[in-house]
């Protein structure tokens, strides 16, 4: 079971993907792992991936596809893989299909978790997170017992700069210029399939459950 999550940021993908992958027991991937294990681990890919990093590159997608298809040689991946966060690109994906055709595989689902833009600036900029101890709360969905200050460590919360409406619209742009067509890249092969975000995470879970069975 081999699966690709699709959504603007702030959709609650990863969210998504982390309870798929405990319900199926198979690994929720992102690059950003990827990259950290190899440079800890000091892999040949993982120097190469280091390089561009200290230079404040984006690591080329051909060094990212051999990454990714070297951490799908894992034990943990035997049974398939959550992917999340890649590809976010036309060529991306193109070279990742490219990749898993060469040993005789190819991707099963691209769950698409559609959230309004007007719903995903709303979500996120209610976020507020704790200077001292990193805990993360919503004004509206997740609100401390008092107002502004963390429940863990009572510290005061910020609205990180991330999560200020101008900047998650520019986000929103880029996800809608760059990675949105790869809905309809993968629509053609027919492994797409849409789940309303904008309802309860465990209504939106049972729905990707329903499409993928038990």
Do not use: W
Request: glycine share 10%; charged share 30%; aromatic share 6%.
């Amino acid at each position: 079971m081999k699966i690709i999550m699709l959504g603007a940021p702030g959709a609650g993908k990863g969210t998504q993907a982390k309870m798929l992958a405990e319900k199926y027991g198979i690994p929720h991937i992102s690059t950003g792992d990827i990259f950290r294990a190899n440079i800890k681990e000091g892999t040949e890919l993982g120097k190469k991936a280091k390089e561009f990093m200290d230079k404040g590159l984006l690591v080329p997608d051909e060094l990212v596809i051999d990454l990714i298809m070297d951490r799908f040689k894992a034990d943990d991946c035997k049974k398939g893989y959550i992917l999340d966060g890649f590809p976010r690109t036309i060529p991306q994906a193109e070279a990742l299909d490219k990749a898993l055709a060469a040993v005789g595989e190819k991707m099963d689902y691209a769950i698409n978790v559609e959230v309004p833009d007007e719903n995903i600036v709303n979500r996120m900029s209610g976020r507020r997170a704790c200077v001292g101890c990193g805990a993360t709360y919503h004004i509206k969905y997740n609100p401390t017992k008092v107002e502004g200050i963390c429940d863990v460590c009572g510290k005061e919360l910020i609205l990180r700069d991330d999560d200020k409406p101008e900047t998650v619209l520019n986000r929103l742009k880029v996800y809608h210029d760059q990675t949105q067509p790869l809905i309809d890249y993968y629509g053609k092969t027919g492994i797409v399939k849409e789940v309303d975000g904008t309802v309860d995470m465990n209504d939106v879970f049972n729905a990707i459950v329903n499409i993928i069975g038990e």
